[in-house]
């Protein structure tokens, strides 16, 4: 023993032929815990494996979570808002062009009734059917073509020299407008995720107002400039000029949406899931700079309604391409009128169809009724009326007359009136953005039913131009927040498989609404003034109530 050195002690436990190391630890538990080592990178390499495969995997709400929110996205509300500003511009121009083209024409106001109408007539005759095809071939093609239509249309409307060839022409034009509807609607809600589809759908209803604006502003703009083609062929004038400017929003939208993606929601219930991946790596790619490739889903979660629409196409490929779609449309409609289905169809209908009585039975009469106010104040500048004695000094006293002259100058404070009264819809359509996926669809509804409704009754009750302009701007600016909450609750309730169809059928009564309200107001007005307003008032309310039987959507995926 070197001297120095303390004795060696051995440590409890140990004997020479202990295998562990100087650490304490034992060659033995070295081996084990080397193993424990290996098997827990190798289970840490099968859990990544699991976990990767689970990722490349997705159901199509949460492929469209991870195309992430971005430009895609705000160029197609742009381009689909631009539809439906190019649709409410045809419709809405009309209440300018009657008192314009009333001397043209030799328009009285039942004609004038009939001219509101005779477009809802074609969009409820079109509704249907573009919106059956639409569930059967895609949205894209339906919206493409039924713009071009709607374009050529207008154009021809504008030459017409009869009321009867006017007629036809708008006729027509109401068909080609039933194609956009029906089929836009479910097509920018079938690219959104559920926590935003509220507020864009609402944001895309502010397009209306835009439709609008831009119908009163271009309006003011060339209807008075009194520009006019008079030969023995033709008699081509500035409200005419005003026409032919309408079509042109929808020969743009129709170029436009030959650029953008079908639905991948709809390809999906055609069982093309290859092709709703593509599209969704193009988003992604858009949205975020990456490549396409980075995007992570590989595979799509094949939901059961998505199987059963690919049994369904493969039907119809053994019946032939034309029958099949025939029979798909036929069977789509019949699964509306189905448990549990029918009582979603039955309310859409009936809300749409008292909506819109109101919303286009007195949003289309409103220039009339400022024409009117503002001819009582010139023939009796210190007088006051309410609308229903304004009306019958004008069909007694003024110009609408037996035999008085034809006078289709509209003054400048008419159209400022009517830019008023749609400007006034602006602040609410910000607002149902901003609330529609925080207080709800319903609540959107329910109180712009009550409140319309309740400015309808008034309207009875103004006794000069000033208040009929306040109420008829409210009555604007709380319908259209209305108008935003149903488009939202009624794209939302019906399957993907169903949805156009859907839409569709309860555009129908939303036209049918619109002609029976143009009608009874036109040919009431004259007759019995008082029922008009009442009757609109009743219907918007008793109609809006009827929502809170229907499901809460609100921020819910698609079904």
């Not at 197609?76 to 009309?94: H, K, N, R």
């Not at 007359?401 to 006078?407: D, L, V």
Request: aromatic share 12%; with cysteine.
């Amino acid at each position: 023993m070197v001297e120095g050195e303390p004795p060696l002690k051995h440590k409890e436990n140990c004997d020479v032929n202990d295998k562990r190391a100087l650490n304490g630890c034992g060659s033995n538990d070295l081996a084990l815990s080397n193993t424990q080592e290996i098997v827990k990178t190798e289970a840490s390499k099968g859990f990544a494996d699991v976990e990767k495969a689970c990722s490349d995997k997705a159901d199509f709400e949460r492929a469209i979570e991870l195309t992430q929110y971005g430009k895609f996205h705000y160029l197609l509300l742009a381009i689909c808002g631009f539809v439906s500003t190019s649709e409410e511009m045809d419709v809405i121009s009309m209440s300018f062009i009657l008192p314009a083209a009333q001397c043209d024409l030799n328009l009285n106001t039942q004609t004038k009734g009939w001219l509101n109408s005779i477009i809802f007539i074609g969009m409820m005759t079109g509704a249907y059917t573009w919106g059956s095809v639409a569930d059967s071939i895609g949205r894209k093609k339906v919206l493409i073509a039924s713009s071009f239509m709607n374009a050529i249309c207008i154009v021809a409307s504008s030459f017409s020299q009869s009321y009867e060839w006017f007629m036809l022409f708008r006729f027509l034009n109401g068909a080609a407008l039933g194609g956009s509807g029906p089929v836009i609607w479910p097509y920018f809600a079938e690219f959104q995720p559920k926590a935003k589809r509220g507020s864009m759908l609402s944001f895309m209803a502010a397009f209306w107002t835009l439709g609008n604006l831009f119908v009163a502003g271009l309006a003011w703009l060339i209807i008075p400039s009194q520009v006019k083609i008079d030969n023995p062929y033709i008699i081509f004038n500035s409200w005419r000029i005003f026409l032919t400017v309408m079509a042109l929003p929808s020969f743009i939208v129709a170029i436009l949406l030959c650029f953008l993606p079908e639905s991948p929601k709809f390809l999906l219930t055609r069982g093309k899931s290859e092709e709703a991946i593509a599209i969704f790596k193009h988003i992604f790619h858009i949205n975020t700079g990456n490549d396409a490739e980075e995007y992570p889903v590989k595979h799509l979660i094949l939901e059961e309604e998505y199987q059963r629409a690919l049994d369904e196409e493969l039907n119809q490929e053994k019946k032939g391409k034309c029958s099949g779609m025939i029979s798909n449309i036929l069977d789509n409609s019949k699964q509306l009128f189905v448990s549990p289905i029918l009582k979603f169809t039955l309310i859409s209908i009936t809300i749409n169809f008292t909506f819109h009585i109101g919303y286009y039975g007195l949003m289309m009469w409103f220039p009339e009724m400022f024409n009117r106010f503002d001819e009582y104040n010139r023939l009796r500048p210190n007088e006051t009326a309410n609308v229903c004695q304004v009306t019958d000094f004008i069909i007694n006293m003024g110009s609408h007359q037996e035999g008085a002259e034809c006078n289709d100058q509209i003054s400048q404070s008419v159209f400022m009136e009517s830019l008023i009264t749609v400007a006034a819809a602006l602040p609410s359509n910000i607002i149902a953005v901003l609330g529609m996926d925080r207080l709800g669809r319903k609540f959107f509804l329910v109180f712009s039913t009550l409140s319309s409704g309740t400015c309808a009754a008034s309207l009875y009750f103004v006794y000069n131009k000033t208040q009929n302009l306040i109420v008829s701007a409210t009555f604007s600016s709380v319908i259209s927040c209305g108008n935003a909450a149903l488009d939202c609750l009624i794209t939302e309730i019906f399957p993907t498989n169903l949805r156009a169809t859907g839409i569709a059928i309860s555009m129908v009564a939303a036209r049918l609404g619109g002609i029976i309200g143009n009608i009874v107001i036109a040919t009431l007005l004259d007759l019995y003034c008082p029922a008009p307003t009442f009757i609109v008032a009743g219907l918007l309310i008793c109609g809006g109530l009827l929502c809170l039987f229907l499901p809460n959507t609100t921020r819910e995926p698609l079904h």
